[in-house]
């Protein structure tokens, strides 16, 4: 297997910054064009009644901008971020080089925060094209796919932390030893 570049990571790193930077203003447009109401995509959990709220909040302008703006910034996000902490893992992981092939696994955790991200925009964009329609299904599904998103972007910082402390500390190891 091709061997990671610390510049893979580095990239990836600058260019998540870049989208995290241009997803906040866009979220402030939001906000602007809406009298202050935030997304929903922010909080690790929604209540229905939260999300009906917000929703009201939005008004037409502010779900018509989420629709139109945001979910084109936040479409390219998730891809930033998963690339950047499936690098670092991956990354790390060549560091502690006597491991099994299986455990570059490891580096799928953010994809798969990607792809429960990407399933809570679909189903949030849902909720704005329909409402005021009142789905439950669709209410239980932002709120699944929201806390499946946070949870394995959440994974995949403990993972790289957890690695890089093993990385620390059979180096130290190492130089004890020598």
Request: charge should be positive.
């Amino acid at each position: 297997m091709k061997k990671i570049r610390f510049s893979y990571v580095i990239l990836s790193l600058a260019l998540f910054l870049i989208m995290l930077t241009f997803m906040r203003h866009v979220a402030k447009q939001v906000e602007l064009i809406s009298g202050g109401t935030a997304i929903l995509d922010l909080n690790f959990y929604n209540s229905k009644e939260f999300m009906m709220q917000t929703l009201q909040e939005l008004g037409q302008k502010g779900r018509d901008f989420y629709l139109s703006k945001f979910f084109i910034v936040d479409f390219f996000y998730p891809i930033t971020y998963a690339a950047f902490y499936g690098f670092t893992i991956l990354y790390v992981l060549e560091k502690l080089k006597n491991h099994s092939r299986l455990i570059k696994l490891l580096a799928l955790i953010p994809v798969c925060g990607m792809c429960f991200d990407w399933m809570e925009n679909v189903f949030i964009g849902s909720l704005l094209t329909t409402f005021p329609n009142d789905s439950a299904f669709l209410y239980l599904m932002v709120t699944m796919s929201t806390i499946l998103k946070f949870s394995f972007v959440y994974l995949a910082v403990v993972t790289i932390i957890i690695l890089v402390g093993i990385v620390i500390i059979k180096r130290n190891k190492f130089l004890n030893t020598n």
